[in-house]
């Protein structure tokens, strides 16, 4: 069990230093790590994890915050939430997880090519409907947003991002505690990782300041891709 908190501890604090510093990723580097060492680990308890950088992120970057674009993501998330739900009902896992990395795919490519998304009323209410449907049923759904505002200050993309995960992570743990699938263990294990946490966050400092010297897009844009390629590799390989 020692093993596990402390392999569980690292994986925490390499997803909580890129979050920190990029503005989404954590998912991408925790969830498929935390699943080997112990399945019990996801989504619960990572999803507490993540509510708590997301905080502390809002927090330690607010005057940034994009509140009129997270309104209008938010929106969209509420009805993408329920198409993911549908669409984990009713379609095949794999062939659906493919069909969204390469979605994502397409979008970093024709970022790179031609294509110069705005964070608009519009755009971010597609986004919204695409982060909630892609964040539940395949559990990436930071792409979306994050590709709109790739052109924006990382200051910018990192507090929107996190008061988008917020609110999202807020929705989320309410309707599991509905549910019933919110338990002591979840939040017994997350306070053994807050220390864990922390450090990745603090340890974000230094990093989004080497990225905001012209970096940030190229970062945006390679987790993006990272998450598209896994979830790929994930629905090929299993």
Known sequence: MTLAILLSGLTI???????????????????????????AFVPVPLILLASGHALLAVVREHRDVDWRGVGWAMLGRVAGTALGVLAVATLAQRPFAAIVGISVLACVVLSLVSWRPHPAPGPLLVAGVASGTFGTAASIGGPPIALLYQHAAGARIRSTMAACFAIGSAISLAG?????ELHVRHLVFAAWMLPFLLAGFLLSGPARRLLDGGRIRPAVLTVAAASALALIGRSVFG
């Open 13 to 39: 604090v390499l997803g909580a230093l890129v979050q920190g510093a990029v503005g989404y990723g954590m998912n991408l580097i925790a969830a498929p790590l935390l699943a080997l060492v112990e399945p």
């Open 176 to 180: 599991l505690g509905v549910a019933g």
